[in-house]
């Protein structure tokens, strides 16, 4: 599976849109790039996946470089609920591993 | 749909006691998956089912560590000598064939051993 490097925290603002970079750059051509979240005392949470198109579900948007060595998680409108440990993933198989992601806190 | 259940959501148990922990998967999944996390080592598969049959249970720790699935709503992992480095949060989740990528995880159950 590919390694993935995530900021360990960043902040946003509510309302505004949270853009979570991931550097994934020793993906191989056939791992998808996942992406979950864990919201404190919760179980993880599938967001959304792509292999080299930008996806658009309606949680996000992954934005997926032409050489996909990195994507972008974006949640067009934080609310205080996005609060939460988002992790970047790349796989092409059902073992799920995460690292430590990026913790983003949506202040008032 | 009620989603993953697990039970129960918080156990503290003395070292050396048997643990057994509960999952019911969301129907008409047929995938389950048993997870483990800790700030240490993060979340770790244990082992996975397809069709109620075991698959991969190379991350199973140690023979102490033991699962079922009887039928296709309801799995059991069960650790028989409980130790204090068995301490974790143990997620269940379900998938359907098709959606390889949309695991479903339970609120798990927090383990505490003294």
């Known amino acids: 599976d590919a390694k993935t490097t995530q900021p360990p925290s960043m902040d946003c603002a509510e309302g505004r849109a949270a853009n979570l970079p991931c550097n994934h750059s020793?993906?191989?051509?056939?791992?998808?790039v996942y992406w979950y979240r864990q919201i404190h005392s919760q179980g993880p949470q599938y967001i959304i996946h792509?292999?080299?198109n930008n996806e658009t579900n309606e949680m996000a948007s992954l934005i997926i470089t032409e050489d996909r060595k990195s994507s972008t998680l974006i949640l067009p409108h934080a609310t205080l609920r996005d609060t939460a440990v988002y992790y970047c993933?790349?796989?092409?198989?059902?073992?799920?591993?995460f690292g430590a992601g990026t913790t983003v806190t949506v202040r008032a | 749909d009620a989603g993953v259940i697990q039970s129960p959501r918080h156990e503290v148990t003395e070292m050396g006691q048997e643990v057994t922990l509960r999952c019911k998967p969301i129907?008409?999944?047929?995938?389950l998956f048993w997870y483990r996390q800790t700030m240490m080592r993060g979340l770790e598969l244990l082992i996975y089912?397809?069709?109620?049959?075991?698959?991969?249970d190379s991350g199973m720790p140690e023979d102490r560590f033991s699962a079922k699935m009887p039928n296709a709503s309801f799995s059991t992992l069960k650790i028989q000598p409980s130790e204090p480095r068995d301490s974790a949060v143990y997620f269940c989740?379900?998938?359907?064939?098709?959606?390889?990528?949309?695991?479903?995880f339970g609120p798990g159950t927090r383990l505490t051993v003294t």
């Open positions: 089912f397809n069709n109620n049959v075991p698959i991969d």
């Open positions: 993933i790349g796989l092409n198989d059902y073992k799920l591993s």
């Open positions: 989740a379900s998938r359907r064939t098709g959606r390889s990528y949309e695991q479903y």
């Open positions: 792509g292999l080299k």
């Open positions: 129907s008409g999944h047929d995938y």
């Open positions: 020793t993906i191989s051509g056939n791992e998808y």
